[in-house]
C-alpha cells in the first residue's frame, strides 16, 4: 500500500464510531445467524499500525440470517451508482446459495453498520469482497451443521439449494434455511477457515446481473437524501462568501427577517436563513446586505502552474534504478517536457445536500456522502455531542467519484437543525457545489526521458507536482529510471492550492497517465516506430503485454509510425490493481480545434470480475466521463473567487460527445477481483492526446485539450 | 395578489393558491412531495427536472406555476400505469441505463415527449433530441439503446 493511499484519509479509531456496545447490538439483532467479520483492509490496518495499537480483535461489518430465511449484509459501504449493492448481494447470494432477492443490503447506516472509513478507491469489491465471501460461507457451514442435526445425517451428506439444505442423494430430506434458523440465535465471528466456493463453481458471481436499484430509479421512488421528509422541516440557504479566503466586515439581514415564515440564525461566521419553502429561503437569503474583504490573491488558473512549482515542497523517491547520467549518455535522443493539468470539479448531477434532526441529545442525518462515519464524527464535533448519539443514513447517493467524502452539508445541516430547534435540509446550489468542491488538484510533470538507437528506452526521469503518486510509478522497462513525487498527496500543503483540493474519481492517475504515456509516445516517435510496437518493445509486465494485444486486437490495430494522420492513440496504464489499455480514434477540425473521439476500445484485466456486466458499464461511465477532464473540464478562478457556477461555463460531456464504445474484460477467474469503477478512466488524457497527434502532428502538453489549444498547438 | 392555478397532476385534477411567482419544480417536490423530479442545477443547464406539460418535456426549475393553469402535468411517478412499468422505464432497466440513478427521471421523461414527437427516431435524432440532459455517471450510451428499444416497443404495442 502506498502512502498517499492513506495519508488522506482521516482516520479514528474504528470502536468508537461503534455505536452500541456489542452486547447491546447483538440484542438488537434479534434471532437467526449473525456472522461477524472484519474486513482485511490495508488501509485500516496500516492505519491502527501508525497510530500504535494492536489490530483489532473485533468485527467491522457482519451478515445476518434472518428467522425468516433471508439473507442481509450490513455494510458501511454506500450505493452511488457504482453499484454494489448488486455486486455485494451477488457474492453474498452465490457463496449462501440463496436467490439474489433472498439479499437484502442495509448500507451507510451508522446505527446498524459496522464502522466504515467510506467508499472510495476502488476498493469495496478489493478489501469487502474476500471476506464478505468468507463470511457467508462461514454461514453455510453454521446452517448445513444445523440441518446435520436437524435431519439426523452427517454434513458431508449435504448440499445447499437455492435457501434449502438437502440430502444429497434421498433430495426428499431436506429442510429450508428459515426452518434452521426459527428461533435460534447463533452467532459466530469469522476466523477466516471457511472453504470458499471455488470460481468454477459460482452461479450468479461472473455472469451479468442487472442492477437491484434499477426500478426504484426508474419509478422515481429511490430517495435520496433530499427526498426525505420530516415534519416541520425547514429549508436553508447559507450566506457564502464570494471568494475562498474573503473576510465578512459587515452583515446587515433585517431585510431577510421580513420574508415570510423566515428564520434568520447568525452563529459567528454561519449566517443562514430558514424557511419551510425553499424558494422563499432563496428570496430571504438575497435579502441579506453583506460586504466581505477579499484576499489579495493573483494567482489564476494560467499562472496557477508557476505558483505551484514555486511553492512546491521537497520531493520523495518513489521508485528508482540504474543510473540518471549513464542513461543520458547511452541514449540517441533525450526528450525533455512539462505537462499541466488544471482543477477539475466532480460535479456529480446531485449537489451535496442533507437533512438534519435532532431529538433531544440524539441527531439523525441522512446525507449524501461517500463517508457516513467521518461525517458522523464531523457532525458530533460541530453538535458537542458524543459519535454515538449521531446516526448518519444514507440514502442513495447521486453520484460522488470522491467528492462526497467532504461532509460540509452535513455539519452544517446538523448545527443548523440544532440552533433553529427544527429538521433543516441543506441542498447546495451548483454554484455552492462549483465553490466547495474538493477539487482535482492542478498540477504539473516534468518528464526526461531518452531512447537508445535500437528503440529501447534508455532514460526516464519524472517528477510529479501535486498530483500525487498514485500512477506516477512507470511500468515500462527501462534500466535508468527515477520517480519523484512533490507534495504531499492530492490536499497539498497550505499556501499551495487558491482552495480545497481532493480525491478524485482515480486521483492522481489520470494526471500520471497522460503524462506518462504522452511521453512514451514522444519517445516512439523519436525512435520512428510504431506507438504499440515501441511499447511492446519496452515491457516485460506479461499482464500490461495481455491488455494491450487484446485492445489491438479488438481495434484491428496496424502499425504505422506516427502522425499518420488516421488519428490513432494507445495509453496504458494501472489502477487499484487493475490493468487498462484503450485506443482511441479522433476527429480533429483543424479549423476549429474541435476534437470529436469517434471510437475508443479499452481492454481491462481486473482479475476475477464479479459482475462482468457492472464492469463494463463502469468502463463506459468511465470513457464518458474521461471524456471531460480530457477536452473541456477546467474550473476557471482568479484569487479565491470561482468564476464557474453551472454547467454552461463548466462544460461536461454530453450525448454528442460519444465514441463508440467497445470493451474487452480479461477475466481472471482464479485472480482477486480487482477495483473497477476508477481505472477505465485514467488513459483518456493520454489516449487522447496521442491520437491528436497522430491526426494532426500536433502535442498536446496540457488538459484539458480544448478546441482553443487545439488549435494553437497545430 | 391571490391566485388560483387549476391543473391535472399524474391524472388527477389539483388546484394550488399561489401570492408569488413559483417554480413548478419546487411545488411539485414540497407542496405535492413528488420527489422523483429532481434538483440539479436550478437553471436549466442539466434537465434533472425534467416533467411533461401537455405531453411536452419542459424544465420545471424554469417553469413558473402560473403557466400550467389548464394543463396537464405528467412527473416521473405518474409514468407507469396500473403497476406497469412504462416501456421506457422498462427499457431503461432492461439496458441498465443508469447509475447514480439522478438523471434518470428527467432522462425518461425527455425521452417520452422526444417519442411522442418522433416515434422512430434515427440515432442522430436521439442523440440531439437528448443532447441537454447530462449524466455525470456516463450512461449516455446505454441510454440511447434503452430509447431505441422502447420505441419498438411502442410501436409492436
Ligand atoms: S435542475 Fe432544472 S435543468 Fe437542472
Ligand atoms: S446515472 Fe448518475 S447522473 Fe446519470
Redesign the pocket.
Known sequence: MKKEDYMDIDFYDDRTGLPLSRREFLKLMGGGIVILFSVGDPLLLEAQRRRGQSLPDDFNAFLRIGENGRVTCFTGKIEMGQGVITSLAQMLADELEVHLDFVDMVMGDTDLCPYDMGTFGSMTTRFFGPPLRAAAAEAREVLIELAAEYLQVSTSQLKAEAGVIYHKSQRQKKVTYAQLTKGKKIVRKLKGKAVLEKPSDFTIVGTPVLRRDAVAKVTGEAKFAGDIREPGMLYARILRPPAHGARMISVDTSGAKKIRGTQVIENDDLIAVLNEDPELAEEALGQIKVRFEKLDSQVDDKTIFDHLLKVAPEGDIVSQGGDLAKGEEISKSVVEKTYLDGYVAHAP?ETHTALAKIEGDKATIWASTQGPFGLQRGAASVLGFPAKKVRVITPFVGGGFGGKNSNQQGEEAAILAKLSGKPVQVTWT?AEEFFYDTFRPAAVVKIKGGVNGSGRITLWDYGVYFAGERGAQHFYNIPNHRTMAFSAGWRGAPGSHPFATGPWRAPANNTNTFARESHIDILAAKAGIDPLEFRLKNLKDERMIRVLQAAAKKFGWKPAKAPSGRGYGIAAGIDAGTYVAHIAEVKVNKKTGHVQVKRVVCAQDMGLSINPEGAKIQIEGCITMGLGYALSEDIHFKGGEIFDMN?DTYEIPKFSWLPRIETVLIDDREAAPQGGGEPPIICMGGVIANAIYDATGARLLQLPMTPARVKAAM | MKKTIRFKLNGQPKSLTIDRERML?WVLRTDFGLTGT?????????????VLVNNEAE????FPLEDIDGKEIITIEGLAKNARLHPLQEAFVKHDALQCGFCTS?MILNAYSLLLKNPEPSHKDIIEGME?N?CRCGSYNRIVQAIQTAAKEMKGG
Open positions: 448531477i451548483r454547467f | 419544480l429532481k434538483f440539479g442545477c436550478g437553471e436549466g443547464f442539466c434537465g434533472a427536472c425534467t424544465r420545471s426549475c424554469q428527467g441537454y447530462l
